[in-house]
């Protein structure tokens, strides 16, 4: 038992820290690896409207005529560090041993994808709104709302899932201290 709260100590800092660093080189990624991470979003928002986007060197990628551009700040790399940090350190206390790590990889892994989808439906959502005089408001607060809702979905649905792992797992596979 305590061996187990000890693991999940480690496990909190842990996430914390690969949050913290995960920060860091989004912000100070190479404008390689920046067009990468944004490649998705801009395939996203061109499949969508049906636009060629065009990437410039330390800005992202740009409408032809420039009346948007998708940058570093859009990839919604806090948002995928708090849903990481939030999942991983709110459910490791259901896991033991190897799938408190396999739980670990699961938050990461999730947390990028789900990350890259919301940054997505927000950019969409907003580029409609480009020509408002109060865009960056109505960017933000769609952001806001998307986020919001997202972390809510996550934390309730994997609650819910992992409250019903335990309530099917045998009687006899509890006691051994199993809950997943």
């Known amino acids: 038992m305590k061996n187990n709260k000890v693991q999940n100590i480690i496990f909190y800092f842990l996430a914390v820290l690969v949050g913290l660093c995960l920060i860091y080189e989004f912000k100070t990624a190479q404008d390689a690896v920046l067009r990468i991470l944004l490649y998705p979003h801009a ?5 969508f409207y049906n636009i060629p986007l065009v990437y410039t ?30 999942n991983a350190c709110m459910f490791t206390k ?11 990889i699961t938050s990461f892994v ?21 020509a408002h ?15 919001f809702a997202a972390l809510a979905a996550s934390y309730i649905s994997i609650d819910k899932l992992i409250s019903l792992t335990a309530a099917k797992t045998p009687a006899s596979h509890k006691e051994r201290g199993h809950t997943c």
């Open 94 to 104: 259901h896991f033991k041993g190897f799938h408190k790590v396999l739980w670990f």
């Open 110 to 130: 999730g947390a990028i994808v789900v990350g890259i989808l919301i940054s997505s439906i927000r950019i969409i959502g907003s580029i409609p709104f480009v």
């Open 57 to 86: 060197n330390g800005m992202g990628y740009s409408s032809m005529d420039w009346a948007f551009t998708i940058g570093r700040e859009c990839m919604g790399c806090h948002f995928i560090v708090l849903m990481f940090t939030m």
């Open 133 to 147: 005089e109060k865009f960056a408001l109505l960017h933000s607060g769609i952001g806001i709302s998307l986020y």
């Open 43 to 47: 395939k996203a928002v061109e499949i």
